[in-house]
């Protein structure tokens, strides 16, 4: 079975520029998380979706990030515009929701992000 | 809120032999999920072992056990018969209950980085 697909791997780009990370979550799966993993602050949550409707958004910096979950299947986190202080590994994860499975995140590989 | 902690940056070990990773969390609830994610140089995030509050029983897989002292609000990690490729960085982890909607994602604590000596 496939797992969390992530897009791109690696990101470059100039202070200014917009960002625009991908997520597939696993069928089936009905939560989405966004976590961002710098070495100063750890693994922070920046928002997740149940059913495509974000539930907790109280992780994003602020209004230059954004996210969307058009369909089941498909998720989008957005930096416009990108900072360095943006750098960061950006990981997606999918889980089954509420009263079902184990309760385990199942993780995509991240996306690095440099902003120069 | 709930936190997880985790006392040891880093921790090392000798090829074969056994390591202990700590962890310590803080909650009100009585019942809840309880993960090691293992992250190497590679940065995929895996799953190591889970813990269901409800279980008295102590999660093991292969090498891979927990001491789970609910008590005293403990989960630690001990690694047998130490490998080259459990070398990474460990994270503990917190989830509610599933059945507590609204409130179902994952608090991590800081990590450890465990190096193998050959």
């Known amino acids: ?116 | 809120a709930q936190t997880v902690t985790q006392s040891q940056p880093e921790m090392s070990v000798q090829e074969a032999e056994t390591v202990t990773l700590s962890c310590t969390y803080d909650t009100s609830e009585s019942d809840y999920y309880l993960f090691w994610y293992k992250q190497p140089p590679s940065r995929q995030m895996i799953l190591v072992i889970r813990q269901e509050a409800y279980k008295q029983q102590n999660a093991t897989e292969n090498r891979f056990s927990v001491n789970f002292q609910k008590a005293a609000k403990s989960f630690s990690l001990k690694i047998s018969d130490s490998q080259l490729g459990d070398a990474a960085m460990y994270f503990c982890a917190y989830r509610s209950p599933i059945s507590n909607f609204g409130n179902e994602k994952l608090t991590f604590g800081t990590g450890t980085r465990l190096t193998i000596i050959p």
């Open chain 1, 1 to 116: 079975d496939a797992g969390v697909i992530q897009s791109p791997r690696h990101e470059v780009t100039e202070m200014g520029q917009e960002v625009t990370l991908r997520c597939k979550p696993i069928s089936g799966h009905n939560s989405l998380f966004w976590y961002r993993q710098t070495m100063m602050r750890g693994l922070e949550l920046l928002i997740y979706f149940n059913n495509n409707v974000p539930i907790d958004d109280s992780g994003m910096p602020e209004d230059r990030f954004s996210a969307k979950m058009p369909n089941a299947s498909f998720s989008t986190l957005k930096i416009q515009p990108s900072e360095p202080r943006d750098s960061a590994v950006y990981f997606c994860a999918s889980s089954l929701a509420a009263g079902r499975g184990t309760g385990e995140l199942f993780f995509g590989e991240g996306s690095r992000l440099t902003v120069l």
